[in-house]
């Protein structure tokens, strides 16, 4: 009996190069289907009339983006831009099952940092410490900025 031999063999999570491509991609449709939802509902929650009445006023299509329903979704934004934060640095899980932080390190984040320092090898528990310590900081701080911006650019949910 013969064995089939493929002409194509998948190496785009070995070739370095392309390992983040595929994680990248995993994770856009992974996260995809609860930020539709959450914008979906939110957007139906704005008022029709308002809309309508920025149009007989005169805006333009982008005008409206710009000045009604951007602002009414701006907390939305806020809590979704949050969301994200914290997902892509707890983002261990996934491209730790993918690729391992491998190859040659280059889909490696500070989770899978924090991982190898902690339990591969020789444990360094205090350098593992300060990565979790800066990452925890790190998250923080871009919460602040996301509320900042929030409360500079757009108004309050309702």
Do not use: C
């Not at 031999?5 to 070739?15: A, C, R």
């Not at 951007?70 to 993918?98: E, H, Q, R, W, Y």
Request: aromatic share 12%.
């Amino acid at each position: 009996m013969q064995h089939f031999q493929p002409g194509w063999e998948n190496t785009l999570l070995s070739n370095p190069r392309t390992a983040i491509v595929p994680v990248l991609l995993v994770m856009l449709w992974y996260y995809t289907g609860t930020y539709f939802i959450i914008f979906l509902a939110n957007l139906q929650k704005i008022d029709q009339e308002v809309i309508e009445a920025a149009k007989i006023d005169g805006a333009t299509e982008w005008q409206s983006l710009r000045y009604v329903i951007l602002p009414a979704l701006s907390g939305v934004i806020a809590t979704s831009s949050i969301l994200a934060i914290s997902g892509s640095l707890k983002s261990f899980d996934l491209i730790f099952a993918m690729t391992g932080g491998n190859p040659a390190r280059r889909t490696s984040v500070l989770a899978l940092f924090m991982y190898d320092t902690a339990f591969r090898g020789a444990p360094n528990y205090p350098m593992a410490n300060a990565v979790s310590t800066f990452m925890m900081a790190f998250s923080f701080l871009l919460i602040i900025i996301t509320k900042i911006v929030e409360k500079r650019l757009g108004g309050r949910e309702e």
